[in-house]
């Protein structure tokens, strides 16, 4: 893959709090996913990662939808289709958690979302007048 031409942007930030793993999604309006797929897009990627851990607990529907400013069935959606798929397990009365961590993500898969984050970031970038070769300079920089 062309290093000129793909930038990698990191979607979930993961930190603890009173051991409830605390996630910072970002929904994007602009590329035409439903947010509910983003939402389990980030979850799964977060789990390929090791950035979430089997036994982690996820933010509350409620909590998450008002933090997102979306309908609860939203991320009820995301959820729901995480626990149909045995990677998010939802305990009455206790949350939420990552149930399990084996998760695989092709590299088909991997691919066509570094292709994705690379369209947006460089339509933004150069419609501030940046070329190619700004960008990889700056990223060059960048201590990922």
Do not use: H, W
């Not at 390929?48 to 008002?66: C, D, F, H, M, Y």
Request: proline share 1%; charged share 25%.
């Amino acid at each position: 893959m062309d290093f000129k031409k793909c930038l990698y942007i990191c979607t979930i930030q993961i930190g603890q709090y009173n051991n409830i793993t605390m996630i910072e999604f970002k929904l994007d309006s602009t590329t035409g996913m439903p947010f509910y797929r983003q939402i389990i897009d980030q979850i799964k990627f977060g789990i390929a990662s090791g950035n979430l851990k089997i036994g982690e607990q996820l933010p509350t529907v409620r909590s998450l939808a008002v933090d997102l400013k979306v309908n609860l069935n939203t991320v009820a959606k995301a959820y729901k289709e995480l626990e149909i798929q045995n990677v998010l397990e939802t305990q009455q009365g206790t949350g939420t958690f990552i149930f399990k961590t084996d998760i695989q993500v092709s590299e088909k898969e991997k691919n066509n979302k570094l292709k994705e984050i690379c369209t947006q970031f460089s339509t933004i970038a150069l419609s501030y007048g940046f070329t190619i070769d700004n960008i990889i300079d700056e990223l060059k920089k960048q201590k990922i």
